[in-house]
């Protein structure tokens, strides 16, 4: 039985070009450091970083804790150092990037249908920014952060999509077991993923040959079946 629904951000509540995002992000962030490092030289180590965090997580260790570290490796620069100006970028800068961002006009409809129907409602966006960044994703999809039980952070979370260790502390901070939850996303990979630890998925991703999903839909299809209790 689904007692919890965790949602996808970028694709799926929100609708965006990847790379023009990234590229905008980027070139917003960099000039933060520009007394530090040279642009290029921080997006080179930013990719790395986020790399390494991504494929090595290490045990015991937070998201940021194994970002940091390698950052920290490659620059000579410290957390106390580093750290600061991202939390001043997210703070201030990172918002002007929503004009980048359209709102899934289902979104809301689907995760609203799923707080009526009693079921525990998570963010599954990939935890590799801080909580004050995800929040403000959240704002974008014309959501608020009080609507979801857990946002996953950089701060907080030890694994990133697609680790399966990301899916089973997801399912740990709601106290349920992973075949109790549903995961809605649109990557073929990093979402469907989640069916290895045995959750279902509901997949609004573009049709390809070959996906392996327990439902296939857009946002007002899952509305609908959660309406009609049928997952």
């Not at 090595?56 to 600061?84: C, H, M």
């Not at 249908?113 to 960044?133: D, Q, R, T, W």
């Not at 740990?172 to 998925?201: F, R, W, Y």
């Amino acid at each position: 039985m689904i007692k919890a629904i965790f949602f996808d951000l970028d694709g799926t509540l929100t609708l965006m070009n990847q790379e023009e995002f990234m590229k905008n992000y980027v070139g917003l962030l960099a000039p933060r450091f520009k007394s530090l490092l040279s642009p290029e030289k921080f997006a080179k180590q930013l990719s790395r970083s986020t790399e390494v965090m991504i494929k090595q997580p290490q045990e015991g260790k937070t998201n940021l804790q194994v970002f940091i570290a390698d950052f920290t490796k490659g620059t000579g620069l410290t957390y106390n150092t580093l750290w600061p100006i991202f939390e001043a970028f997210y703070a201030t800068d990172f918002p002007a990037l929503s004009y980048l961002v359209k709102i899934n006009q289902h979104g809301k409809e689907a995760v609203t249908s799923a707080l009526e129907g009693g079921y525990k409602v998570a963010i599954a966006a990939n935890p590799v920014m801080p909580l004050l960044a995800i929040e403000e994703r959240i704002r974008w999809a014309g959501l608020t952060p009080q609507m979801f039980q857990v946002i996953p952070s950089i701060e907080s979370f030890h694994f990133c999509k697609p680790h399966i260790g990301f899916y089973r502390e997801l399912a740990q901070n709601l106290e349920l077991d992973p075949s109790e939850c549903l995961m809605v996303g649109n990557h073929p990979v990093e979402d469907l993923v989640a069916q290895e630890i045995g959750m279902k998925t509901f997949y609004v991703g573009d049709t390809m040959e070959g996906i392996k999903t327990t439902y296939t839909g857009d946002l007002a299809d899952l509305a609908q079946r959660i309406i009609a209790r049928d997952l």
